[in-house]
């Protein structure tokens, strides 16, 4: 992600210029003129997002002190790709430069003359915590996939226009398998072998399980060096310590839960203008993005809390879910938690399939705990109890709030329209099933059926 | 614990009953032409003090169980049709936290163009789009919404003297006229045939359950009251949001305090939203394309594939002999009808997925794989326990859930034959479909949005409601006029180009209040 203060005076022309990239409401013409997505072959999503926080003032209620007028107006440029993002950037930067110079000519000190690529690398933020939805799986292979699947839909109705073919495939599926084979084979579409995973991602993946391992080992330590009573002891000691801890933090986490002012009373509901604005984006695809932005409650221990929780994000996610879900959720395709300005405010940023209420239905009855454990921490967060329970379970203020903080992101691209993650995977099963050397007669059925 | 219901007298009987023995209704469309005349009927309907006796009023719930009710007169009112009654400002207040809720407040159809894409939501696109409507889509609103009910042969006499009590207040700018449904017994059919009515969610009156305990890992039928009416617990243990007033608002003392906000009036206890959709149902065009398609059994088996029930009777596909589902039974016919979940056909081999019962209400329970033990239910609950492909890919229905009280409307011949005979009927005809709900976007729009319209639906792609969708394709293209009809042998499973069967004609959002806020509207001077 690159992010960096616009000038405010220039916030409504910047508008105009990112919408000249859409060809219909918060959707980006892959070959707009001023950075043609299509011609990045890597490039999952991509959006440009005006990070004019409306809730600022919310931080009134923790005193003056906690205020902060003169907060920056961010333009960010987010992009989710397959492999390095820093190479990413560099073809971005041959192949859209003029396009680019001219959107961030609105950013503060930028120098259209200057080093384009440097200057973006100079503001490119980490994000604490990236999700993504199935680690290496990339773009070629999606558009490739779903070319394969269309062509055998077509080889399939032509087979079974055909009376004799359908009846002798009747008790023979194989007949169909082995001729789709053979037609793939001469008439394509042709399938590039899967890429191996970018070597960061196994090694981050690597390096995760071996803390792992080492942590399990140390665990284990004084059972391997000491005798049983004395590694008792050293376990009792340590849990006695990690208790207090807990308990230090707990009492921290409850104080902070019970006396922290409230922004909530009384409750702020979104406005109807704000709400028509994100509407007007939304539900073109089957699939939508969600941009969110808010303020960390003032002091270290929010920001304590939440670096950790978002630290054990990034590690866990792709240890735990690697391909498919992201806890009990299916729909997000990728998700990154960035803190900004110093840890004052934070940004959440999605791409998921369905509308905007069945995503937050998910959140709401699916994983109410980990939007506490994450956005817990947030100024204007429905109350929680002890970071797990209350928040994202009290319905209809928690999708007032995530609303309000929501953010109109003015450019959004998705390399590969119509498809949700269930038909990606759908896709990709459908490829293995061609490739695979044999297949049961009841696995071939399983298999037809998906096309 | 949840409050019970018990003020009956206060809420309008259509919640607690469709008026199955009123055999004949009908729907007057109203606009206010003259304010006081028009607070001078309502007050008389809800029987005020000094005002004028009628022989009919406002039948509330109460009324249900006293007697049998000959006659029945139901009033909600549209956003509009409350601002012209002068209801006090701030409940339509941008911002406020205690006005009407933003969908209420816009309606149903926003003014052309649609700018936050509602209308693209609902599937009111294409020939569904407002624009093409006959009523509804501004400026076609209407004010207020008069049901009338009446037993066979007394409807007529019945509008005819409410219509001229209404004429010093009100414009009737429409009377949607209902058919008495071709009936055998109970049952009652919609035009294409089948019977309607057969499931819906039990209220749970009398509070006897806790939502959200581990008993909602298996589906229920036993609903939350507040899901159906505002002022009382919903299924996530709270009150949904509703117009609340202050007490000076309403010097008379009508309206009753708000459970859960100190010092504030609750104006929608007792009172529901009713949603209102005009649905004209091709009914050659359907018996055609499915006996063209499945000439086998002139069709009937494909239509009983696209809508989940079977023709005759109104019998799931699935078999029905679950008696422990919560509010299902103890009645043997219900029982037999609606003692089922989907979770015996998981690959929609029985029922297929996309058929439009299977759509309208999935029958799922709060996390799939329903009671096991703790641990499995912690790994399901953290998504590490690896499951079915669509795990997980549908909302816990008792979220989502309506109460229908639709109408059919048009010809009463039996039109199946009549079409099969070569002879489709002349007349239009469709569905008044009507449902009742708490929460308009969490309810009949998630139903509408996500799991009727939605072309990915539970996985699958290129198809939506076999009956109910608009067959328009999606961005990029993609087609949205198949149905899928899972096999055994694994293909030929596919269905592509069905044409639109049922074509939206009008529709709004209302507000239906309790009678107290009927009073509270007829004497509000609205000064402010
Ligand atoms: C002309 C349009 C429609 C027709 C002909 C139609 C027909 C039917 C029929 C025959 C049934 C089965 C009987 C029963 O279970 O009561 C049914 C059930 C149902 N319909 Fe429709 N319907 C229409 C529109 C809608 C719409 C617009 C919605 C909601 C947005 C809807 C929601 C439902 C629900 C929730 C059920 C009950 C499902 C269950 O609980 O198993 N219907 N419909």
């Known amino acids: ?451 | 614990m949840a409050q019970p219901v018990r003020e009956y007298q206060d809420i309008q009987g259509i919640v607690r009953s469709g008026y199955g023995r009123l055999e004949e209704a009908s729907f007057l469309l109203l606009r206010i032409t003259n304010l006081s005349e028009a607070k001078a009927w309502l007050a008389a309907v809800v029987e005020e003090p000094g005002a004028e006796k009628l022989s009919y009023r406002v039948t509330h719930a109460g009324h249900l169980s006293e007697s049998h009710q000959e006659r029945a007169l139901q009033i909600a009112f549209s956003a509009p049709g409350l601002r012209r009654l002068r209801a006090p400002e701030e409940l339509f207040q941008d911002g406020s936290i205690n006005n009407f809720p933003r969908e209420f407040r816009l309606g149903i159809a926003a003014e052309d163009p649609d700018p936050e894409g509602r209308s693209r939501r609902l599937g009111d696109i294409g020939e569904n789009a407002p624009s093409n409507w006959e009523w509804g889509a501004p400026p076609e609103t209407p004010d207020v919404l008069v049901m009338l009910y009446a037993e066979a042969g007394c409807l007529a006499a019945f509008q005819q003297m409410v219509m001229a009590d209404l004429a010093l207040g009100f414009e009737v700018f429409r009377v949607l006229g209902t058919a008495k449904a071709a009936e055998e017994g109970d049952t009652r059919r919609e035009p294409f045939g089948f019977v309607d009515g057969i499931s819906q969610p039990e209220i749970d009156w009398g509070a006897k359950r806790e939502p959200g305990t581990g008993a909602d890992l298996e589906y229920g039928n036993l609903i939350a009251a507040g899901e159906f009416l505002l002022g009382y617990q919903n299924e996530y243990g709270l009150f949904t949001k509703r117009p609340l007033l202050d007490p000076a608002r309403d010097p008379d003392n009508i309206l009753a305090p708000a459970a859960d906000v100190p010092g504030q009036l609750d104006l929608g206890r007792n009172g529901t939203y009713l949603v209102f959709r005009h649905l004209e149902q091709d009914v050659s065009g359907f018996w055609s394309f499915v006996s063209k398609k499945s000439p086998g059994n002139q069709g009937v088996d494909l239509a009983e594939a696209m809508l989940g029930r079977r023709l005759s009777t109104g019998d799931p596909l699935v078999t029905a002999s679950r008696a422990e589902i919560r509010g299902v039974g103890p009645d043997a016919l219900d029982i037999r009808q609606n003692g089922f979940t989907y979770e015996p056909d998981p690959e929609g081999l029985t029922c297929p997925f996309g058929a439009h019962i299977r759509r309208a209400n999935p029958r799922t329970a709060d996390m799939p794989g329903g009671k096991q033990g703790l641990i499995s239910w912690l790994l399901r609950a953290l998504g590490l326990k690896r499951g079915g492909p669509r795990d997980d890919l549908l909302s816990s229905s008792r979220f989502h859930r309506i109460i229908r009280r639709g109408r059919p409307y048009g010809a009463v011949i039996d039109h199946r034959e009549s079409v099969l005979r070569g002879k489709p009927p002349g007349v239009a005809s469709g569905i008044y479909f009507i449902s009742l709900n708490a929460n308009i976007s969490r309810q009949f729009e998630f139903i509408q949005n996500a799991w009727i319209v939605n072309a990915k639906f539970n996985g699958m792609d290129g198809e939506t409601d076999p009956l109910l969708g608009n067959r328009v394709p999606s961005l990029g293209n993609h087609v949205t006029d198949g149905v899928s009809l899972p096999q055994p042998s694994g293909w030929g499973q596919r269905l592509a180009g069905l044409p639109q069967f049922v074509t939206v004609r009008g529709g709004a959002y209302f507000f239906l209040p309790s009678l107290r806020a009927l009073r509270f509207f007829a004497r509000q001077s609205g000064t402010g």
């Not at chain 1, 707009?32 to 409306?54: K, M, S, Y």
């Not at chain 1, 699947?149 to 055909?162: Q, S």
């Not at chain 1, 395709?333 to 998921?352: C, E, I, P, Q, T």
Request: one cysteine or more; a neutral charge; proline letters at 7%.
């Open chain 1, 1 to 451: 992600m690159v992010a960096a203060p616009i000038v405010p005076s220039g916030e409504a022309d910047l508008r105009k210029l990112l919408l000249t990239m859409n060809d219909s409401p918060g959707t980006a013409d892959p070959n707009n003129p001023l950075v043609p997505f299509g011609v990045f072959d890597t490039l999952h999503f991509a959006r440009f997002v005006i990070l004019n926080d409306a809730t600022l003032s919310d931080l009134s209620v923790f005193g003056p002190e906690a205020e902060f007028p003169d907060a920056p107006i961010y333009l960010a440029f987010l992009g989710d790709c397959d492999g390095s993002a820093d190479f990413l950037l560099a073809d971005f930067v041959d192949r859209a430069g003029d396009g680019l110079r001219k959107i961030f000519a609105y950013c503060d000190g930028f120098n259209p003359n200057g080093d384009l690529l440097q200057w973006m690398r100079s503001h490119s933020v980490k994000p604490a915590a990236n999700y993504v939805n199935w680690i290496g799986r990339t773009v070629l292979q999606i558009r490739e996939e779903a070319a394969l699947h269309e062509a055998l839909a077509k080889y399939l109705t032509e087979y079974l226009a055909d009376r004799s073919i359908r009846d002798k495939a009747k008790d023979q599926p194989r007949h169909i398998r082995d001729a789709f084979v053979r037609a793939v084979d001469e008439n394509g579409p042709r399938l590039t072998p899967p890429a191996p995973t970018p070597l960061g991602w196994q090694i981050r993946r690597l390096i995760s399980i071996l803390a792992a391992v080492a942590a399990a080992f140390i665990v284990a330590l004084p059972l391997l060096m000491l005798s049983a009573g004395a590694a008792l002891l050293v376990y009792g000691a340590v849990l006695l310590i990690i208790s207090a801890a807990l308990a230090v933090f707990l009492v921290h986490l409850r104080r902070h839960e019970t006396t922290d002012p409230d922004v909530q009373s009384p409750p702020k509901p979104p406005s109807d203008e704000h709400l028509a604005e994100l509407g007007k984006l939304q539900d073109h695809d089957v699939t939508n993005q969600y941009t969110a932005f808010g303020s960390f409650k003032p002091g270290p221990f929010p920001r304590w809390t939440t670096t950790v929780i978002w630290w054990l994000v990034n590690l866990a996610t792709p240890i735990l879910y690697p391909r498919g879900n992201l806890a009990r959720i299916k729909t997000i395709h990728f998700a990154r938690w960035v803190f900004l300005d110093g840890k004052r405010g934070g940004l959440f940023a999605s791409n998921y399939d369905g509308s905007s209420e069945s995503y937050m239905d998910d959140f709401v009855n699916k994983v109410a705990f980990g939007l506490n454990l994450t956005f817990g921490q947030g100024v204007g967060y429905p109350r929680t109890r002890f970071l797990l329970w209350g928040g994202a379970e009290r319905e209809q203020e928690f999708k007032d709030v995530q609303r309000r903080h929501a953010l109109p992101t003015e450019v959004w691209y998705k390399a590969y329209p119509g498809l949700t993650l269930i038909d990606i995977a759908r896709n990709a099963r459908i490829r293995q099933g061609l490739e695979r050397k044999t297949m049961t007669e009841t696995e071939i059925r399983q298999w037809l059926s998906e096309i």
